[in-house]
Nanobody, 118 residues
């Protein structure tokens, strides 16, 4: 049984910072990749950042402002968001591709709201 639990969202003023956390609970899996997506009202869900064992990937809109990191011992992924802008306002979803037995599965967190005021 695997679950992704997110935390760290909230309300912040423009230029402020937030740190999102996501932990994969359970056992019997290994992490292939973890990342963050976001979805604003009226928009489709978009990739913000992702991390594997050796590489990271960022959306152009967040490069230089956001940093994704991973703690293998805790099966967790983090997103440090600095210099936040109102256009960053969205629901942020943790995403993970986990290897269970002989197959890879995709999991989603419940989402956490990030609101940036101007």
């Amino acid at each position: 049984q695997v679950n992704l639990v997110e935390s760290g969202g909230g309300l912040v003023q423009s230029g402020g910072s937030l740190r999102l956390s996501c932990a994969a609970s359970g056992s019997g899996f290994t992490i292939a990749t973890m990342g963050w997506y976001r979805q604003a009202p009226g928009n489709q869900r978009e990739l913000v950042a992702a991390i594997t064992s050796g590489t990271t990937n960022y959306a152009d809109s967040v490069k230089g402002r956001f940093t994704i990191s991973r703690d293998n011992a805790k099966n967790a992924v983090y997103l440090q968001m600095n210099s936040l802008k109102p256009e960053d306002t969205a629901v942020y979803y943790c995403n993970a591709h986990l290897v269970v037995s002989v197959r890879k599965y995709e999991y989603w967190g419940q989402g956490t709201q990030v609101t940036v005021s101007s």
